[in-house]
């Protein structure tokens, strides 16, 4: 008889995500005449930055010729999109050999392969509210989850204290759900504490490009020491609208070393033995929009999607909803109207306006009673959703 995963009866019955789509497209089933606007999932509505489209037909059409042709990638990243990115983190005065980068389909992909790394003794500390695969795969692997929780008295930016016992911990800055975002200080506190403690942080940077506030690193390896205790997380998926498209890669320096092995070295073993490398065509796209005029081009994207924040906001300002994000991060987390829990909020929000959004109970226990309204929708359905927010709240 084979022996399944015993930890899969640890997990939620469903994925967050999946729940509440589940839920949307039955209500929609039920009522036909409704149209139902989408501030759930975090997906991006604009199109891709004409630099990108470009690079694709580009590769497309060297593809259909055997001088040009190309075929399996390198298992860790074709060279010129390691340099892309290295690039990319020089801009901000932080230097990256490009072979501590890591090219892979997204963030999504690496959290469910990076817990390879590590032995399933580890504690994992996971800084909540936070986005569910990080608690869920590490379920999976049959390791203690330890919550750190962020509540509105921290700002949803909880801190290292005394007595966390942790040898892996999850953070992700700009926060999703809360759009809480670390002080340069404050992820100093996180460093110090993974250094002292021989633990490794694992840093989620995917809403960087949204940073408008000059004390909010953009990257973990900003802060001194970092090397020694973060792998990095990257995404084009919010920056650059890489949703659908796919691609993003995972730093880990060659300065982390654990019980004396070099974890890049470990995770270049699991790479070129779990992978066959990253489409030729979405390497080419990623590193057009790494470059000067992709970055200046999707800046105009994420200004709508800022806008967007704006409308939501000023909503829930004149109804007097407490609200966290909203800027630099394209989540607003807002405190639930009437005492009421995530849940039930969620299914006021869509039987009365019409609005999905995602429940902050989904994100850990700590976030309920609070909501989260994603900014990526249309301009056209966020004004609608705002308006159908100040008839029903
Ligand atoms: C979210 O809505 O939390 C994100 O879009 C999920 C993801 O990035 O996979």
């Keep these: 008889m084979t022996h399944v995963n015993p930890y899969y009866v640890n997990l939620k019955d469903s994925f967050l995500f999946y729940e509440t789509k589940m839920q949307a497209t039955a209500f929609e089933a039920a009522h036909p005449e409704r149209r139902l606007l989408r ?84 504690r994992v500390g996971v800084v909540e509210p936070a986005y569910p695969a ?39 800055s700009p926060n999703n759900p809360t759009g809480a975002a670390y002080s340069k200080a404050q992820l100093q506190k996180w460093v110090d504490w993974a250094n002292e403690q021989g633990a490794v942080l694992i840093f989620d940077a995917a809403y960087e490009a949204f940073i408008t506030d000059p004390e909010v690193p953009h990257s973990i390896y ?19 609208g890489f949703t659908g498209t796919r691609l993003g890669y995972t ?19 699991n790479r070129s033995t779990c992978t066959n490398g990253v489409s030729y065509l979405l390497q080419r796209a990623g590193e057009a929009a790494l470059t000067e005029e992709g970055l200046r081009q999707s800046r105009a994207s994420l200004g709508v999607y800022r806008k967007n924040a704006e409308i939501l906001t000023s909503a829930l300002d004149s109804r007097g909803i407490r609200y966290f994000g909203g800027q630099n991060a394209p989540y607003i987390w807002l405190r639930c109207p009437g005492q009421m829990d995530s849940w039930t909020f969620f299914s006021y929000l869509m039987e009365k306006a019409g609005v999905v959004g995602t429940p902050g109970v989904g994100f850990g226990a700590c976030g309920e009673g609070w909501f989260r309204f994603s900014c990526f929708s249309t301009p056209e359905d966020t004004a609608e959703a705002a308006k159908r927010l100040l008839e029903v709240l």
């Design 39 to 122: 501030l759930g999932i975090g997906d991006v509505t604009l199109p891709l930055a004409p630099v990108v489209i470009e690079a694709l037909h580009r590769a497309v059409e060297e593809q259909a010729h055997w001088e040009t042709f190309q075929g399996y990638m390198p298992e860790l990243g074709k060279e010129f999109m390691k340099e892309a990115a290295a690039a990319n983190y020089a801009r901000r005065g932080v230097r990256i050999d490009p072979e501590e980068v890591f090219v892979c389909y997204g963030i999504g992909d690496d959290l469910g392969s990076i817990g390879g790394l590590f032995d399933r003794e580890n």
């Design 134 to 172: 990080y608690v869920d795969t590490n379920i999976m692997a049959g390791r203690e989850i330890i919550p750190i929780s962020g509540t509105e008295e921290n700002g949803f930016l909880p801190l290292p204290y005394p007595g966390l016992e942790a040898e892996l911990v999850y953070l992700c």
């Design 222 to 240: 900003e802060l001194p020491g970092a090397k020694n205790c973060a792998i990095e997380l990257f995404s084009l998926s919010k920056s650059a």
């Design 251 to 269: 730093v880990v320096p060659k300065a982390l070393i654990r019980e004396g092995k070099s974890l890049q070295a470990m995770w270049v073993r």
